[in-house]
Every structure is written in structure tokens, then in C-alpha cells.
């Protein structure tokens, strides 16, 4: 469906993205990382994501990083996906309609498991906490997003 079609809480919540916000992660016992993320329409009912920022690791540390994914609006729901040559891979999908302003999803990669919980309790900021458990892997992130620029 296009641009036109209301979905209820998740067309509202697409619809308010798009625009510039700060975000600070927490890698809890690995580091942090701040920066910027961008929400840009690159289509009907497609955002652009993109995070700038620098990861400062337990040890002291400094990296530049940059992650980006596509945010397609579609039937009822938001699909996150890696921003990648190909056909679109998804990361997560967010549902709102079950419980108002939060939703829960998870990936599969590989033997490793992401859970994202996201909570978006108004216009101006939103968290991610994800939960990464794999053979090699066991941590959790924290991401707080607050908007700068509408």
C-alpha cells in the first residue's frame, strides 16, 4: 500500500522519523558509542537510516563507526532492513498495534540471536535495548534517541 493508506500507530510513528537524532549506546562492560542518526524518505514508504558516531571501547579506545538500514513502512507494520545491494534482508519488524508505543522482534544470524525491544513513548525520543547471544557472543546495547532536528 502506498503512502496514502493509514496503518494506525505505526504510519504515525513513520511518518515521525524522518529528521536528525542524537543517539548515546551502551555496550555495558564494552564501551559507548555517540553520534548521529538521520532518517531520510528515499521512497514511497521507505525511510534511509544512517548512524555516524564514534565507539569508545572499555580500554580507552576510539573508533569512527556508521551502521545503515531501510525502514519500509508495509501492511500494517515497519520492516527494518540491512542497507545492502540485493533484495531487502530484514533485520526486525515492528508491530505496534498489540502494545501502544513498544514493540519486540527477533533476528536470527547465523548461530548468534538479536532481540530488539524498542519503546517509543513520544515524537522526541525513542530506546532500543538488544539483547546479543550467540557461542561467541553474550551482551546486551542500549540505545537512547533523542531528536535534534524535525
Known amino acids: 500500500m502506498g503512502a496514502t493508506g493509514e496503518y ?10 524522518p529528521g536528525e537524532w542524537a543517539l548515546s549506546r551502551e555496550l555495558p562492560g564494552l564501551g559507548s558509542m555517540t553520534g548521529t542518526a538521520r ?12 548512524e555516524d558516531g564514534v565507539l569508545t571501547l572499555a580500554g580507552g579506545s576510539s573508533h569512527e563507526v556508521f551502521r545503515e538500514y531501510h525502514y519500509r513502512l508495509e501492511e500494517g507494520q515497519i520492516r527494518i ?18 502494545t501502544p508505543g513498544a ?7 547465523g548461530q548468534d540471536t538479536y532481540v530488539g525491544e524498542y519503546e517509543f513513548p ?3 525520543r525513542f530506546t532500543v535495548r538488544m539483547r546479543v547471544t550467540g557461542p561467541k557472543k ?5 540505545t537512547v534517541y533523542e531528536r535534534t532536528v524535525h
Open 8 to 17: 494506525g500507530p505505526e504510519r504515525r510513528l513513520f511518518a515521525a522519523l
Open 39 to 50: 532518517f531520510r524518505p528515499a521512497g514511497p514508504d521507505l525511510l534511509h537510516y544512517r
Open 81 to 98: 532492513c540491512f542497507a545492502e545491494p540485493g533484495p531487502p534482508r530484514t533485520f526486525h519488524v515492528l508491530r505496534l498495534a498489540e
Open 103 to 109: 514493540a519486540t522482534d527477533v533476528h536470527l544470524c
Open 122 to 124: 513520544g515524537e522526541d
Open 138 to 142: 553474550n551482551y546486551s546495547i542500549h
